[in-house]
Nanobody, 120 residues
Framework: QLQLVVSGGGLVQPVAPLRLSCAAS????????LAWYRQVPGKERELVAT???????NYTDSVKGRFTNSRDNTKNTAYLQMNSLKPGDTAVYYC??????????????WGQGTQVTVSS
């Protein structure tokens, strides 16, 4: 099992940067793919960014060029650097890890959410 702890949320002004961290326990972190999601009340959880075990990244269109997803396997931590934040980025942010137990069997864990509020 992989346990995830998310930190770094808060209240920021528009355009300001913020970095979220997702710290994992467990030795399987380096082989896990990681994803960041966000959710606002009344809406479904939205996939924001992903990073594979090899470091390949993908982003939803609304954050491309502003958010950067990275990971440090030596620290078992993933990061979501968010720049040029907009009020529309306000949400609870979650990280999720997916890993293969055996070929064809994938498990996942969620971190607890952290609130990000972008407001002047």
């Amino acid at each position: 099992q992989l346990q995830l702890v998310v930190s770094g949320g808060g209240l920021v002004q528009p355009v300001a940067p913020l970095r979220l961290s997702c710290a994992a326990s467990g030795i399987i972190f380096s082989t896990s793919s990681l994803a960041w999601y966000r959710q606002v009340p009344g809406k479904e959880r939205e996939l924001v960014a992903t990073i594979t075990s090899g470091g390949s990244t993908n982003y939803t269109d609304s954050v491309k060029g502003r958010f950067t997803n990275s990971r440090d396997n030596t620290k078992n931590t993933a990061y979501l650097q968010m720049n040029s934040l907009k009020p529309g980025d306000t949400a609870v942010y979650y990280c999720r890890a997916d890993w293969s137990v055996v070929p064809g069997v994938v498990r996942h864990s969620w971190g607890q959410g952290t609130q990000v509020t972008v407001s002047s």
